[in-house]
Every structure is written in C-alpha cells, then in structure tokens.
C-alpha cells in the first residue's frame, strides 16, 4: 500500500503562500538547509482530462508488439532475478 504524502498546510499570506501563488506551475526548489526539496503543483482533479476511448486505442496500438517468445524470455527473466536476488552484493 502506498504511503500518504505528509502535506503541510501553508498560510497563503505567507511570503511562501505568496511565492507558490507566483510560479504559474512551474517547479519549484526549496532549500531549507541546504537540503533540496522539490515542490510542484498537483492538479485539483487527476482524472479530469482521462479518456477511456484513448487509453483503449493505445492499448489497441501496442498489442501485439512483443512475440508469445519474447513474452515467455522476460517471464523468465523476472523469475530468476527473483530466485537468484538482482541486489548487488554490497546493498543490504
């Protein structure tokens, strides 16, 4: 299960409130401490522009591209990496 983002409230009176008001959705760097954090804007509504019809005929689109060959190959690939680990030795 994903982890909720901790989402701190800022005063838009702030002089932060009024700077994010400012960059017009660009990115923004904040650099409390040397420590760089990146902040940009989240749409109101992620599935506003979602089309079903477009995701279909893409889907429609990219069927097909891989052979039942190259399908069955990275089957076996993802299995092995699973059984034999695809950490390098010296990651915990």
Same mark, same amino acid.
């Given at each position: 299960m994903a982890k909720e983002p901790l989402t701190i409230?800022?005063?838009p009176?702030?002089?932060?409130?009024?700077?994010?008001d400012e960059t017009d &959705?660009?990115?923004v760097v904040l650099l409390p401490n040397g420590t760089r954090f990146r902040v940009t !804007?989240?749409?109101d509504d992620p599935w506003a522009n979602y089309d079903p019809e477009k995701v279909r005929a893409g889907l429609r689109?990219?069927? &097909?591209m891989l052979t039942p060959e190259e399908g069955?190959?990275?089957?076996?690939a993802i299995? !092995?990496?699973r059984e034999e680990?695809?950490?390098?030795?010296?990651r915990p």
């Open positions: 409230s800022i005063d009176d702030s002089e932060l409130g009024r700077a994010l &959705g660009e990115l !804007r989240d749409p689109k990219f069927a &097909g069955e190959r990275i089957k076996e299995y !092995r990496g680990g695809t950490r390098p030795l010296e």
